[in-house]
């Protein structure tokens, strides 16, 4: 049991104090902090690792604080599919968990991941009747339902090609930063999981990527890419967001 870096939590950070020392919602939120923070559990899983289980009961809530976790569902077939990547900071299994039901998707940790977790009766008697909270919960759903409808707008409407450039744009904008060369990153997914991610084959995966460092757009090698000409790639690139 370790204390819970609540400011890597998401909404949570708002009942951080502000830069002036102001904490705003501090009457109606700074106890419900401190039982989270005494409550919750913290734990640190590996790549592999399952949080959950496609058709088991939520037993809670689970806080991404660090790392990534993707959510896979069974098809017919008995194969497992890419939902969604889950990037830190989150909520994980919060739809089985207010709506009581089994998981829909298993959950599996893409790399060293720092994991919080609050079980099903700490989390009505500490946020039960705290509105402040419940109201940033419903906010966050509605912004999560929201970007679900953008990504099956961009599954409809953009091609492959376009969905891999999207890709490609977000993904140097997230992870260049921490890059010594601006617009170079790691692919952080295989091929097969990024066909998965973008709802295609790892193949179209592989011959759009090889189209556009024949295009001198981008340059490629392993997981290794740089993004050369991003005004081209932008230009035929989906305007809608792909699941984060």
């Not at 295989?190 to 189209?211: D, F, H, K």
């Amino acid at each position: 049991h370790s204390r819970v870096p609540v400011e890597s939590i998401p909404f949570l950070t708002l009942f951080l104090p502000t830069q002036n020392g102001e904490d705003p919602f501090h009457q109606a939120t700074g106890k419900s902090l401190r039982r989270f923070r005494e409550l919750a559990t913290t734990h640190t899983y590996n790549r592999g690792n399952i949080l959950f289980y496609q058709g088991n009961r939520p037993m809670g809530l689970y806080f991404i604080c660090s790392g990534r976790v993707k959510i896979t569902k069974e098809n017919c077939g008995g194969r497992s599919q890419i939902v969604r990547i889950v990037n830190a900071p989150n909520l994980l299994g919060d739809r089985a968990f207010f709506a009581k039901k089994p998981y829909a998707c298993t959950g599996e940790v893409m790399e060293e991941s720092r994991i919080c977790f609050l079980e099903v009766r700490h989390f009505w008697d500490i946020f039960g009747q705290d509105h402040e909270m419940l109201r940033l919960l419903i906010q966050s759903f509605a912004q999560k339902l929201g970007s679900a409808e953008e990504y099956m707008h961009c599954l409809t409407a953009c091609t492959v090609k376009a969905r891999i450039a999207r890709y490609l744009l977000a993904t140097s904008e997230k992870l260049s930063s921490s890059s010594a060369q601006k617009d170079e990153f790691i692919l952080q997914e295989s091929r097969t999981e990024l066909a998965q991610i973008i709802g295609t084959m790892p193949e179209v995966v592989s011959r759009s990527l090889a189209g556009f460092s024949s295009a001198g757009w981008i340059a490629i090698e392993d997981r290794r890419v740089h993004i050369k000409d991003k005004q081209h790639l932008s230009e035929v690139s989906c305007p809608h967001n792909l699941p984060d």
